[in-house]
């Protein structure tokens, strides 16, 4: 199978719009040469940093919402990105592109922010678990390792998740299972059991690989693309408990976020779904 034919049907981008998120939108270019749009939420007092890497047929735009929450209840500053051919980045979306976005997105923390590596968290939904694995182990293997690194609804590699030989075929893309070797910051894994996209087994998988583990985030009654009130508030626990527990930069100058934030009245909504509201297994 050809590079390109792995690759356009690997990526879907949604179709490109303007950006619609009130944050400044900052141009960056690649070691490839391509331009891409990325947006900074600053938190007051924060010292820590998320870099968000989004998710498949996801951009700037549908990602925002999530990340200004993540900003808001866990106190941290948040860093995302459009993938090239993303969003309004230029180029066509590959594996080797998307290594080379987030190396431009965390240089541009690393030197127009003036951060230091550890204060550096990542977070990978789904496709972007690939590049912030890759980032994790790249850094870890320069001595200069981020901070910690968070999964959210990860592969082991792209091809395991139509069939797993157990091994690392030829051709394989994005193989975190491999990168985990690598990676020697405390990692936070967060998978719904329900998964029919990518099987929650991946996730255990990965969980076992991790060298510093953080208890993981797996939820009864939760699938791929579930962002539901109370999958939201179950993945927002575990990561504060997380950021609290295995982030040294947020140990030593944060105060831990109060819980309570993440518990608000039921709704009507809620009280009608009350039976598929997740167990979070911590």
């Given at each position: 199978?050809?590079?390109?034919?792995?690759?356009?049907?690997?990526?879907?981008?949604?179709?490109?719009?303007?950006?619609?998120?009130?944050?400044?939108?900052?141009?960056?270019?690649?070691?490839?040469?391509?331009?891409?749009?990325?947006?900074?939420?600053?938190?007051?007092?924060?010292?820590?940093?998320?870099?968000?890497?989004?998710?498949?047929?996801?951009?700037?735009?549908?990602?925002?919402?999530?990340?200004?929450?993540?900003?808001?209840?866990?106190?941290?500053?948040?860093?995302?990105?459009?993938?090239?051919?993303?969003?309004?980045?230029?180029?066509?979306?590959s594996e080797q592109n998307c290594y080379a976005d987030?190396?431009?997105?965390?240089?541009?923390?690393?030197?127009?922010?003036?951060?230091?590596?550890?204060?550096?968290?990542?977070?990978?939904?789904?496709?972007?678990?690939?590049?912030?694995?890759?980032?994790?182990?790249?850094?870890?293997?320069?001595?200069?390792?981020?901070?910690?690194?968070?999964?959210?609804?990860?592969?082991?590699?792209?091809?395991?998740?139509?069939?797993?030989?157990?091994?690392?075929?030829?051709?394989?893309?994005?193989?975190?299972?491999?990168?985990?070797?690598?990676?020697?910051?405390?990692?936070?894994?967060?998978?719904?059991?329900?998964?029919?996209?990518?099987?929650?087994?991946?996730?255990?998988?990965?969980?076992?690989?991790?060298?510093?583990?953080?208890?993981?985030?797996?939820?009864?009654?939760?699938?791929?693309?579930?962002?539901?009130?109370?999958?939201?508030?179950?993945?927002?626990?575990?990561?504060?408990?997380?950021?609290?527990?295995?982030?040294?930069?947020?140990?030593?100058?944060?105060?831990?976020?109060?819980?309570?934030?993440?518990?608000?009245?039921?709704?009507?909504?809620?009280?009608?779904?009350?039976?598929?509201?997740?167990?979070?297994?911590?």
């Amino acid at each position: 199978m050809t590079e390109a034919l792995v690759n356009s049907l690997l990526f879907k981008p949604p179709k490109a719009r303007p950006y619609q998120f009130p944050t400044r939108k900052i141009g960056l270019v690649t070691r490839n040469g391509e331009r891409i749009t990325a947006t900074y939420i600053k938190a007051r007092g924060a010292n820590v940093s998320i870099l968000y890497s989004h998710g498949n047929a996801e951009d700037l735009n549908t990602a925002y919402s999530w990340m200004r929450r993540i900003s808001r209840e866990l106190n941290v500053n948040v860093m995302g990105y459009d993938y090239t051919g993303y969003g309004l980045s230029t180029g066509k979306p590959s594996e080797q592109n998307c290594y080379a976005d987030i190396e431009a997105v965390f240089e541009h923390l690393r030197n127009e922010r003036e951060l230091s590596s550890h204060q550096i968290v990542l977070y990978g939904r789904s496709l972007g678990s690939g590049p912030s694995c890759y980032l994790a182990a790249k850094t870890a293997g320069e001595n200069e390792s981020v901070g910690g690194l968070i999964l959210h609804s990860p592969f082991t590699s792209v091809y395991r998740v139509v069939m797993n030989l157990g091994f690392t075929v030829v051709g394989d893309k994005f193989s975190n299972i491999d990168q985990m070797k690598k990676v020697i910051c405390p990692v936070l894994i967060c998978h719904g059991k329900d998964d029919h996209v990518v099987p929650f087994s991946h996730g255990v998988s990965l969980q076992e690989a991790v060298k510093v583990k953080a208890a993981p985030c797996f939820m009864e009654n939760v699938g791929h693309n579930d962002h539901g009130p109370a999958a939201e508030a179950c993945l927002l626990q575990s990561a504060n408990r997380y950021l609290d527990y295995h982030i040294l930069a947020r140990r030593l100058w944060m105060k831990p976020v109060s819980l309570k934030r993440f518990h608000s009245a039921p709704t009507q909504r809620k009280r009608r779904r009350e039976f598929l509201i997740p167990r979070c297994e911590v």
